[in-house]
């Protein structure tokens, strides 16, 4: 029995929820289940089916989770005369009272506890998404969440492919399947074990796979996010990081879904990034609107537990601030102006003007950098009694230390900034450079078309932009996820950065794009970030590939070889198949049958594929060795070596 017939059972037990036509009487339960009446709670606490989705332990106690069993008893899917929970727009609420009574506001939109399957597979297929509530859909959705099969893996490497492997704990690991199913069987191997999450996921735009659907695209896309950000969630490390980039479409309300997902607590930061320049069409509009040229970068930490590794970027001008320069003189240590010395030495003529456009000069950057410790501009914080005593030592430096425990000089009374601080090393090079903040100016998103040696046109992220979010966020060895790893920027990138990946595409091109990518980089691509000082990517490495194991080919094989006589029988099997049903409308089915009879027999095998293959669901692990799925040894191998290996590696 499923859910809703194991409630219907126990219920119908107890005449007193029975009414005198045989109806269940649905007050009479709420009641019941408000007043945690002893036979109900004993009963679906006896239960195994309703103790695992309405019950919780905490130690030696089992609580009855009274709102979520009153919400299924309530629901139109239950009874008939029930109303259904999600018929509301979207509006921001707080629990149900009005805005303007609380300052907790709580974004409420329908499907909020849904899960949506994204099953979409090529870019232009454009079709609703069938989304089950995580209570009413508890027997579809526990089969989504249950391990998969891992199928025809194989590992990359500079010698070539190989096949019938098991999986390795350094392994990075690129996954072709749903990635809401994929994330589900990562749970058993990499649950807490990943360092950053970066997804670039769909933006719920007229340009995207979420425009078919135009009543609830928003609610579904922010459904669709909410599943897999729950996920996501267990698979970091208590000092894991995750970056997910949005526009302005969905930006806010994301923002709010993660703080609900993560805590507010541990936002950190929305990271502006330049990804487009006000020109072309993009300014045909300019009198009626101000021009989009941004992307956002929404980060949340999952715990108070992060140490970042702070970025720079190379200034393109130079700070006039540092206008002078130490001398050592018989008295001590003199201050002269940087203009006045340079020319003393012959370094500038007389008529220059040290500006802004100085740091392109070559002759002026050779020699402030060989000036380094002694350029500098002076600060007026200083504590007091540091300050006295350098005014009490007038021509020498005092030396101290700030509340960072950071070194500080002082010279007659003023504290010196030197040069030498702000020179960084960026991408290998040593620049005179400021701090990377919130603001992303300086990252290419132009001519990324063709990096990695595969063409991909319309939204490919630039390997600098992922470059500098692996090495702020990771080190060497941590391990990174793309759970929407498209053409494949985020792996390519982990893997000539040295940090190991795992990425989950469903698309079809992931052989073409993806796969292909990451073979460039192996046999040791030159686009991107490659020729980089300090990355100076030679090649090398290896990859593994594999794709969660459909359970649709049986039916379609079926249905590809069938006849009149033996069509009926089958589209039978398919309706009450379930691999398919969880995915397909009872109204959907019921068109289906009516008109069924009515079409060719070519129609009638294309209606049939089309169900299957806009649907597909895959062999979960525990059923392995059944022999109706006739999983090769090769998969058998490689699944046991994902879910019984050690994985812990850290």
């Given amino acids: 029995m499923n859910l809703h017939e194991t409630i219907e059972h126990i219920l119908r037990s107890n005449p007193a929820y029975i009414g005198e036509n045989g109806e269940i009487l649905k007050t009479k339960v709420i009641e019941a289940v408000s007043n945690l009446d002893s036979f109900?709670?004993?009963?679906?606490?006896?239960?195994?089916?309703?103790?695992?989705?309405?019950?919780?332990q905490i130690e030696d106690t089992w609580v009855l989770n009274q709102e979520k069993l009153k919400w299924v008893v309530n629901s139109k899917e239950f009874l008939e005369d029930s109303y259904t929970a999600y018929t509301s727009e979207i509006g921001l609420t707080t629990g149900g009272r009005f805005l303007s009574a609380s300052t907790d506001v709580?974004?409420?939109?329908?499907?909020?506890?849904?899960?949506?399957?994204?099953?979409?597979?090529?870019?232009?297929?454009?079709?609703?998404?069938?989304?089950?509530?995580?209570?009413?859909?508890y027997d579809q959705i526990t089969n989504l969440k249950a391990p998969k099969v891992l199928a025809n893996a194989k590992r990359y490497t500079s010698e070539g492919t190989e096949d019938d492997i098991i999986l390795d704990d350094n392994d990075n690991l690129i996954i072709k399947g749903n990635n809401y199913a994929a994330l589900n069987s990562l749970l058993e191997r990499y649950k807490e074990k990943v360092k950053l999450i970066y997804i670039d996921p769909p933006f719920n735009t007229l340009n995207d796979s979420f425009q078919y659907n135009d009543r609830f695209n928003r609610a579904t896309w922010l459904t669709f996010m909410q599943n897999r950000l729950k996920i996501a969630k267990k698979l970091l490390k208590s000092s894991g990081i995750i970056f997910v980039q949005i526009d302005k479409n969905e930006e806010h309300y994301l923002k709010v879904l993660m703080d609900k997902i993560f805590g507010e607590e541990n936002f950190v930061n929305s990271i502006a990034v330049q990804s487009s320049t006000a020109s072309g069409n993009k300014t045909a509009h300019k009198d009626k609107t101000i021009i989009k040229t941004k992307d956002s970068i929404l980060v949340y930490k999952n715990s108070t537990n992060i140490i970042l590794n702070p970025q720079y970027m190379a200034q393109d001008k130079w700070d006039t601030h540092f206008n002078s320069i130490l001398h050592?003189?018989?008295?001590?240590?003199?201050?002269?102006?940087?203009?006045?010395?340079?020319i003393q030495e012959g370094i500038i003529p007389e008529d220059y003007k040290i500006d802004e456009n100085s740091i392109n000069d070559e002759f002026f950057l050779n020699f402030v950098f060989e000036n380094r410790k002694k350029i500098y501009t002076t600060k007026s914080s200083i504590p007091k009694v540091i300050k006295e005593e350098s005014i009490s030592k007038q021509g020498e430096i005092i030396s101290y230390f700030d509340n960072n425990n950071e070194p500080q000089f002082a010279l007659n009374g003023r504290r010196l900034g030197f040069l030498n601080n702000n020179i960084k090393y960026v991408d290998g090079e040593e620049v005179i450079a400021k701090l990377v903040t919130d603001i992303w100016v300086d990252i290419n998103f132009n001519n990324t078309q063709n990096e990695g040696g595969i063409s991909f046109p319309a939204g490919k992220k630039p390997e600098q932009l992922l470059k500098r979010i692996i090495e702020l966020s990771t080190n060497r060895g941590d391990l990174v996820l793309d759970f929407f790893v498209g053409s494949g920027t985020t792996a390519s990138v982990c893997h000539k950065l040295n940090r190991r990946y795992i990425g989950i595409e469903q698309m079809n091109y992931i052989n073409n794009l993806t796969v292909q990518r990451l073979k460039n980089v192996i046999s040791g691509d030159k686009s991107g970030i490659s020729t980089l000082v300090d990355v100076n990517w030679q090649g090398g490495g290896t990859f593994v590939y594999c794709e969660l194991l459909e359970d649709s080919q049986r039916l379609i094989d079926m249905i590809i070889s069938a006849n009149e006589d033996t069509i009926q029988g089958i589209k039978e099997t398919i309706y009450h198949s379930e691999q398919i049903v969880p995915y397909i409308l009872t109204s959907d089915l019921k068109k289906a049958d009516k008109a069924f009879s009515e079409l060719t027999l070519e129609d009638k095998k294309e209606v049939l594929i089309g169900l299957i293959d806009k649907n597909k669901l895959y062999v979960?692990?525990?059923?392995?060795?059944?022999?109706?799925?006739?999983?090769s040894e090769e998969d058998k191998a490689f699944s046991k070596s994902f879910y019984e290996g050690s994985g812990s590696h850290e």
Wanted: hydrophobic share 30%; aromatic share 14%; glycine share 6%.
């Fill in 106 to 137: 709580v974004l409420d939109f329908p499907y909020k506890d849904a899960i949506v399957v994204g099953g979409q597979d090529k870019d232009d297929q454009k079709r609703q998404e069938i989304m089950y509530h995580e209570i009413l859909g």
């Fill in 620 to 631: 979960n692990y525990s059923s392995i060795d059944d022999d109706e799925y006739e999983v």
């Fill in 328 to 342: 050592k003189g018989d008295n001590g240590y003199e201050t002269l102006s940087l203009r006045d010395y340079m």
């Fill in 40 to 56: 109900l709670v004993k009963a679906f606490r006896d239960n195994e089916i309703t103790c695992k989705v309405f019950f919780s």
